[in-house]
């Protein structure tokens, strides 16, 4: 018997006895409760109460591979060369960046959790098992890195305008790429580039949307955070949330890949939680005040100071509202 079975019997959220466990999966109870053991040890609070037996409160809602293809357009499915969907791995980065090589467009894969997610400026990010998506996809750019201006925010763009598509109102942006719902964190993007910089190189698209956080996990975030299914009145699959994040990712890359930034630039900005807002623009020690009026062709941020406007770019820059 594997875990998945296990994990898949209790996912429906009901009490189930040890000897039912036993005998509808075809081992001896004390198979079982060693299982029980790992699914404890993955994170997910298991409750076993005497003459019940063991229960996941709440459910799990673990990913379906199939319900993920089913749900994707032929032009996502066309553009996907592999969907590899995993149980527990360090960092779905981490594993892309592995993958990505020459010809590795496509290359998507996904997992029920992360043990060392990455988030931006080398913050840890909570992947608990079965709660949130956790999504990387590879794209080659043969232009190379000098091409990938704005990328980080295109796919800002493409997590809202899935998000609407899931039925959520009131996403919004902040530059270059958190995703929010009412100023917290409902989503957030980390781009890998490796290969020739200057040449061909692959691109890592790291998307982390929190879907269905349990409690334990989120008392480790440290800024204000939401999910999906507080949110939404009937909850959504992360399987079909997941495609529905391909079918808009998938041809936007393509697209991208022809036009740069430029032609998105006016939806960023319509996104934009703090246009028109006065903003602290942070760079290591040293910081500037002014109103955020937009973004430039290249996915830089534009400032209105005393001195003129300014444009930033680059990782290290953080905004916050003042
Ligand atoms: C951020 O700090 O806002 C970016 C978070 C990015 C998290 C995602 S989850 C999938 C992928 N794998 C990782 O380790 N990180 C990204």
Not at 16 to 33: C, E, K, Q, Y
Not at 177 to 199: F, P, S, Y
């Amino acid at each position: 018997m594997s875990l998945e079975s296990l994990l898949n019997t209790l996912s429906d959220g009901k009490f189930h006895s040890g000897d039912n466990l036993g005998r509808n999966l075809g081992v001896s109870r004390t198979a079982i409760w060693k299982q029980l053991k790992k699914i404890e040890a993955l994170g997910i609070p298991l409750t076993s109460i005497t003459g019940k037996g063991y229960c996941i409160e709440g459910g799990l809602d673990l990913l379906n591979k199939e319900v993920i293809h089913a749900n994707m357009t032929a032009q996502a499915s066309q553009l996907v060369s592999t969907l590899d969907v995993i149980g527990v791995v360090d960092s779905t980065n981490t594993l892309a960046m592995k993958k990505a090589m020459k010809g590795s467009s496509g290359y998507v894969c996904t997992a029920e959790r992360q043990t060392a997610g990455r988030g931006r400026r080398g913050r840890n990010w909570s992947s608990p098992y079965g709660g949130n998506i956790y999504l990387s996809v590879v794209w080659e750019f043969a232009a190379g890195a000098a091409s990938l201006d704005g990328l980080s925010l295109l796919v800002g763009v493409v997590v809202v305008d899935a998000l609407v598509k899931a039925g959520l109102e009131d996403v919004q942006l902040k530059w270059p790429n958190d995703v929010l719902h009412q100023r917290r964190k409902l989503a957030g993007i980390l781009l890998e580039v490796t290969g020739d910089v200057a040449g061909p190189c692959q691109v890592v698209i790291g998307i982390g949307l929190n879907v269905n956080m349990p409690d334990f996990a989120s008392k480790k975030i440290d800024q204000p955070w939401t999910d999906v299914n507080s949110i939404l009145d009937d909850s959504i699959s992360r399987s079909q949330l997941l495609a529905l994040l391909l079918n808009e990712l998938m041809p936007k890359l393509k697209e991208f890949e022809r036009t740069g930034f430029a032609p998105f630039r006016d939806r960023w900005q319509e996104l934009d939680a703090f246009s028109e807002k006065e903003v602290k623009l942070i760079f290591g020690h040293e910081s500037i005040v002014g109103r955020e009026i937009g973004v430039d062709n290249k996915g830089a941020i534009l400032i209105q100071t005393k001195k003129g406007v300014e444009s930033f770019s680059g990782g290290e820059v953080s905004l916050r509202n003042v």
